[in-house]
């Protein structure tokens, strides 16, 4: 099992940055995919941006050029740093973790982020 806890989340005005981190315990395989989500009241959940154990990494359109993803392997830990941000960024946001080896994930509990205008 893997256990995910977050922290960084909380009340920014629109145009400032945010950094919210994810911090994993517990079984980790080193080859693994980390992904931050988001979701908003009413909405589904959707991805905002992923990255390897390699270092690859994916974003959503709406956040690309905005959001950073990046992990630091040696804490076992992985960031999302948001610029720029927008009202329409307001949602939990969640930390997800799958294994490369087994398949087996894990959720974090999500952070709230609230921008204001």
């Known amino acids: 099992q893997v256990q995910l806890v977050e922290s960084g989340g909380g009340l920014v005005q629109a145009g400032g940055s945010l950094r919210v981190s994810c911090a994993a315990s517990?079984?980790?395989?080193?080859?693994?995919?980390m992904a931050w989500y988001r979701q908003a009241p009413g909405k589904q959940r959707e991805l905002v941006a992923r990255?390897?154990?390699?270092?690859?990494?994916n974003y959503s359109d709406s956040v690309k050029g905005r959001f950073t993803i990046s992990r630091d392997n040696a804490k076992n830990t992985v960031y999302l740093q948001m610029n720029s941000l927008k009202p329409e960024d307001t949602a939990v946001y969640y930390c997800?973790?799958?294994?490369?080896?087994?398949?087996?994930?894990?959720w974090g509990q999500g952070t709230q982020v609230t921008v204001s205008s």
């Open positions: 517990g079984s980790i395989f080193s080859i693994n995919v």
């Open positions: 990255i390897t154990s390699g270092g690859s990494t």
């Open positions: 997800r973790y799958e294994s490369s080896v087994s398949g087996r994930y894990s």
